[in-house]
Nanobody, 116 residues
Framework: QVQLVESGGGLVQAGGSLRLSCAAS????????MAWYRQAPGKQRELVAT????????NYADSVKGRFTISRDNAKNTVYLQMNSLKPEDTAVYYC?????????WGQGTQVTVSS
């Protein structure tokens, strides 16, 4: 079965950095577009960043442009989210999502907390 496992979350001060990882299994990773979403308490889940299957194209929410970078290593079946210049409003549970013709799958999420 498909399994997406996020890691790398934690507590960081404003202005700091974190790198999230999402390791995939049970899918042909190189044929899946990948995305990071986040959900803050009391808010809807929102799209943060996407990357195409070959890594050639990326897109970002306006709120994270210039601060976050999504990347992937298809040899390691892993997608990353490098988060720099973190702000308290980035506090949320971050989820990775895979997508292909066969359907979408979600990870269980990793908590990111940014203190002011």
């Amino acid at each position: 079965q498909v399994q997406l496992v996020e890691s790398g979350g934690g507590l960081v001060q404003a202005g700091g950095s974190l790198r999230l990882s999402c390791a995939a299994s049970g899918i042909i990773f190189s044929r899946n577009r990948m995305a990071w979403y986040r959900q803050a308490p009391g808010k809807q889940r929102e799209l943060v960043a996407t990357i195409t299957a070959d890594g050639g194209n990326t897109n970002y929410a306006d709120s994270v442009k210039g601060r976050f970078t999504i990347s992937r290593d298809n040899a390691k079946n892993t997608v990353y989210l490098q988060m720099n210049s973190l702000k308290p409003e980035d506090t949320a549970v971050y989820y990775c999502k895979s997508g292909s013709y066969f359907g979408d799958s979600w990870g269980q999420g990793t908590q990111v907390t940014v203190s002011s």
